[in-house]
């Protein structure tokens, strides 16, 4: 399947019609789905009435937006009207919204055409959909490998291109492992950049949704049409919106006018050398192209897993307290009373890892306990940023791998959450200072399971993100390769 | 107290109230659905208000605007930082299972208030009662539990016995202040009009309808007693479910009798919740504390911090009226009105606008208070009306009284056109012209009435002649008959004295 900016042009020259596209897409997802398993629940009709749309405004010669047809995956977090919600939870699997997200809107009017809800673990919590109640997304570059997560439906429907572009959303690393470990480019904006209006709350001071394309021209597309000031959303923020994909060159500024930092302390301990090596080489290519290369401490980086690991599931400890059986969603029947039907509907209908976010974060926030981790956490996050300020006092961008190793086996973390949370110990830093960071591919390990680099920006820097990793992409053309799907 | 000791330990109530005032705004504090009272249940909702997933709260600014004005009236600092939180329990009436309300920074504190008590001697006794903080916070939805045993007609909205409940989502979500005093109220009495000055403040502002029947004002009061002398507080005791002043002046009249005989008899008093019943006239134990309860506050992180600029403080300050309190001591120290009638005057802000349009377009003081108290007030509460509803304006109301007194009518013709003017309005002088209710004070024209009206009555003449000077008041009776009441009083009676004593 081509770029955005190909099929756009076949759709403007008629070589091919957006039913087409969409058919191809379709019939990709039905012959990959019993392997990939990305989508929890693919909306054909409705995606081929709305190419027929575009069909219908082509044939009538009327100019069509860069999206108009493009078939688009979106993550089951995000709500839809009259499609189901699930967040890939018992507790939601009735769930239709009333509603749109605010980016399920932006698509629409941008004209995509939406081919289905991506799977995730379970309220976007955990690093390989293997926390989804329904299913696990498999990589598409080794089907006994996991995705990565929790946006690991989006990043292999991407990659084994069951669509052209997805949308995920990023609370400690969601968009950004799970990119690196299928080989496409996601990125995490700015916090506040997109709104989050309809994207069902993990952790609302860290959520964030962004884009996944196999190019980063793709990501970058998907990005600008979804972002923007919303007033449904008090967090978003009032600024106007780059066309980033109108901007991207193949060549990086001119010799030495970009200083990259490459933050020192995500090259130790639990680092892959293969991974090490090919971010390494990325680094040289980035030196090569004109960059000027420096290394800069966090030191604080190594505290943002734990302090992600009390503020994270104390919001989410209030964010769930909603799916109690009385409004909406599972109700388990039969209690005698009030308080059993929500201890009977909440202990069927959240999975392992979620009931263990809500414990720690009820114990986090309870009294007598909140100085001592709640508070504290946000005071290690305000040194993180500090620490962030600093390194970009130094350097407009910073680097590290996205993912300590490439994707893990089906199961072999699953016993162990702690081994799982390390997966997302570069990622999550970036999350708690809300900066903007994106996930490049930038090579294979010796078993061809993709590797991927992480590319921090300041605060609103997402250009400076897509001009580096353009460059990169360009000179490199890892995206060349795809998966073969055994 | 019935016990009669011979050395009587006399005894003091502690009383602080939390009040929580619906705010007055068309739409929810975080979402576009209406705040009608009374609509069909589950029809003023939407997602936000409903906590579907996904949604997300945005404040309606001018709940931040009402709050903020509410503390100024209330004599607070306004924090100059401010934040939300999210308050954590779970209740199906609460749609997230968790309150958006502020916690350690709210938008108000440190104030006060002045209520004002009228002493046997009719002066005026004032007293300030600390205001701890204000905050803005949204209402619960409401549960009406239904099936209970014994019937839907007594007790309907009965918990205990009852087989299901039903949730009204229509109140979820609407604005509230909850105005926290400190523990300054001393009696019931006191405590009531606390209650009373804080529903005029909120009037007075436009921010809140006070209305207590329907809920939008709701007090629960904190009650210990101790004995006079003592430094430390007794145990505290929470009191709900009153539905007007008089009930909670009479819930906290029978608490202090309850709990002082509790200790006269040696019996520990419980911390605990205690609902007043109407019917019954006592306060019924609802729920004992547990220590308190542990509702996991932390800031809400979907809503960003309140920063009130000074410049917009100051705007919002410039728009206060002036409040009962000033209003008050204006009346009784510059218009030299009682105390009493200032309490009746100053009561609603529309009536004392009224009477204060009236003495400034030249009616006096005294004849314009007398006739907004008496007879416009007995007309507005006949036919229930507001003053803004009357025909009546201010201005008509000015020179109607100038019309006395000027003697162009008397006293009485007034109060008998006043229900005219009332339903219609228009022009006072043109009425009484029209009507020719002119007062006769032109001395040849009323000698004659007087000559006439005394030759009618050589029976009555001689009598008085005889000593029965008493019947002057039937000569008047008479002149005031013949001229439809409109003999100016004062010369009828000069001319009369003369012409009988002969």
């Given at each position: ?13 008629k070589?091919?019609?957006?039913v ?55 993550k089951?977090?995000?709500c ?39 799977n ?11 926390n ?15 995705s ?11 990659a ?6 997805a949308?995920?959303?990023?609370t ?77 060159k ?6 030495g ?21 090919a ?63 929500y ?26 306990y ?13 040194l ?5 300020d ?31 949370y ?21 090579g ?19 250009s400076?993100l ?13 995206s060349?390769?795809k998966?073969s799907?055994? | ?80 930082y ?5 308050k ?17 920074l ?6 006060y ?46 918990l ?6 039903l ?13 926290v ?5 001393r009696?019931?009495q ?73 200790l ?8 605990e ?9 006592q ?8 220590g ?9 992180p ?20 002036e ?8 009346y009784?120290e ?13 009561d609603?802000?529309a ?45 008509t ?93 004062k ?12």
């Amino acid at each position: 399947m081509a770029s955005i900016r190909e099929l756009h042009h076949q759709l403007v020259s008629k070589e091919r019609s957006a039913v087409e596209i969409t058919q191809e897409v379709l019939q990709r997802i039905e012959a990959l789905e019993p392997k990939l398993h990305s989508f929890l629940c693919v909306t054909a009709e409705a995606a081929l009435e709305q190419a027929r749309r575009v069909d219908a405004k082509i044939a009538a010669g009327e100019e069509i937006g860069v999206l108009e047809g493009i078939p688009v995956g979106v993550k089951d977090n995000m709500c839809t009207q009259g499609i189901p919600t699930t967040c890939a939870s018992r507790i939601l699997e009735n769930f239709v919204p009333p509603y749109n997200a605010t980016v399920v809107e932006k698509l629409a009017a941008a004209g995509a055409v939406i081919v289905g809800k991506t799977n995730l673990d379970e309220f976007a919590m955990g690093s390989s959909t293997e926390n989804s109640a329904y299913q696990t997304t498999v990589n598409p570059w080794d089907l006994t490998r996991v995705s990565g997560g929790s946006s690991g439906g989006s990043a292999a429907a991407v990659a084994a291109q069951e669509c052209v572009v997805a949308l995920g959303s990023d609370t400690g690393g969601s968009i950004r492992q799970p990119a690196a470990l299928c080989g496409v480019v996601g990125m995490k904006p700015t916090y506040g950049l997109v709104s989050r209006y309809g994207l069902v709350a993990y952790a609302s001071s860290l959520d964030q949704i962004g884009p996944f394309g196999r190019s980063v021209e793709d990501a970058a597309i998907l990005l600008e049409t979804v972002a923007g000031y919303d007033p449904k959303d008090a967090t978003s923020l009032k600024v106007d919106i780059p066309q980033y994909s109108q901007t991207l060159k193949p060549n990086l500024r001119p010799k030495g006018r970009l200083r990259i930092g490459v933050i020192q302390e995500t090259f130790g301990q639990g680092l892959e050398p293969e991974v090490e090596t090919a971010v390494k080489n990325a680094i040289e290519t980035l030196q090569e192209l004109g960059a000027e290369i420096q290394v800069v401490s966090c030191p604080t980086f190594r505290y943002g897993l734990p302090c992600y690991y009390i503020i994270a599931p104390s919001e989410a400890s209030a964010n769930l307290a909603r799916y109690d059986g009385v409004k909406y969603g599972m109700r388990v029947p039969d209690a005698e009373n009030l308080v059993e039907m929500y201890g009977k509907t909440r202990a069927a209908g959240f999975g392992t890892e979620v009931k263990r976010r809500i414990v720690i974060g009820t114990y986090a926030l309870s009294a007598g306990y909140y100085d001592a981790y709640y508070l504290k956490a946000q005071k290690v996050r305000t040194l993180i940023k500090r620490d962030f300020d600093r390194a970009f006092a130094q350097a407009d961008v910073l680097v590290c791998p996205t993912s300590p190793t490439t994707a893990f086996k089906v199961g072999e973390k699953t016993d162990d959450p702690l081994s799982m949370y390390l997966s997302d110990l570069m990622t999550i830093p970036v999350n708690l200072a809300g900066l903007p960071a994106l996930s490049v591919p930038c090579g294979f390990d010796s078993q061809g399971l993709p590797i991927g680099m992480q590319i921090i920006g300041n605060v609103l820097q997402e250009s400076t993100l897509f001009e580096v990793a353009y460059a990169y992409e360009q000179s490199v053309l890892w995206s060349d390769r795809k998966p073969s799907l055994s | 107290m019935t016990a009669a000791a011979p050395t009587k330990t006399q005894y003091e109530a502690i009383i602080g109230l939390e009040t929580h005032c619906q705010l007055s705004t068309h739409t929810k504090i975080f979402s576009s659905s209406s705040t009608e009272f009374g609509a069909t249940p589950n029809t003023n909702i939407d997602p936000v208000c409903m906590g579907l997933p996904g949604v997300l709260p945005v404040l309606n600014q001018k709940v931040l605007e009402y709050a903020v004005k509410t503390g100024l009236a209330l004599n607070c600092q306004i924090a100059p930082y401010s934040k939300f939180d999210r308050k954590q329990y779970f209740y199906p009436d609460l749609p997230k299972n968790y309150q958006i309300s502020q916690y350690d920074l709210p938008i108000a504190t440190n104030g006060y208030l002045e209520i004002e008590l009228v002493d046997k001697g009719g002066n005026a006794v004032r007293k300030r009662i600390g205001i701890t903080r204000v905050h803005m916070e949204e209402d619960a939805g409401k549960l009406v539990h239904a099936g209970s045993i014994g019937g839907a007609s007594r007790n309907e909205n009965r918990l205990s016995g009852s087989t299901y409940s039903l949730v009204d989502y229509n109140r979820a979500g609407i604005p509230l202040l909850e105005i926290v005093s400190e523990p300054d109220i001393r009696s019931a009495q006191e405590a009531a009009e606390y209650g009373r000055e804080l529903q005029r403040i909120l009037r007075y502002l436009g921010v809140s309808d006070g209305n207590m029947e329907e809920g939008s004002l709701r007090c629960d009061v904190n009650i210990s007693v101790r004995p006079v002398g003592q430094e430390e507080f007794g145990v505290k005791v929470e009191i709900k479910n009153m539905n007007s002043f008089s009930a909670i002046q009479k819930a906290i009249d029978y608490e202090i009798e309850r709990q002082i005989e509790a200790l006269e008899s040696g019996e520990p008093i419980v911390q605990e919740t205690r609902l007043w019943e109407e019917n019954t006239q006592q306060t019924i134990s609802m729920r004992t504390k547990e220590g308190s309860s542990d509702y996991r506050y932390f800031p809400e992180p979907d809503l960003g911090p309140i920063e009130v600029s000074t410049a917009q403080l100051e705007t919002w300050k410039a728009e206060l009226p002036e409040l009962p309190a000033a209003k008050r001591h204006r009346y009784e120290e510059e218009l030299g009105l009682s105390a009493d009638d200032t309490r009746v005057l100053t009561d609603d802000r529309a009536v004392a606008e009224y009477f204060e349009a009236a003495v400034a377009l030249g009616a006096s003081t005294k004849q314009a208070a007398n006739w907004v108290m008496g007879d416009i007030t007995a007309y507005l509460k006949d036919r229930k009306l507001n003053i803004g509803e009357i025909a009546l304006t201010p201005a008509t109301l000015a020179e109607l009284l100038e019309l006395i007194e000027d003697g162009t009518i008397s006293g009485k013709i007034a109060k008998e056109i006043l229900p005219e003017l009332l339903a219609d309005g228009g022009s006072a002088k043109e009425l009484v012209e029209r009507k020719g209710l002119t007062q006769i004070s032109d001395t040849s024209a009323l000698e004659a009435i007087v000559d006439e009206t005394i030759a009618a009555h050589p029976k009555e003449l001689e009598e008085y002649r005889n000593g029965k000077t008493k019947l002057q008041g039937f000569f008047v009776g008479q002149v005031m008959k013949r001229t439809n009441g409109r003999a100016d009083p004062k010369l009828t009676n000069q001319l009369l004295g003369r012409k009988l004593k002969g």
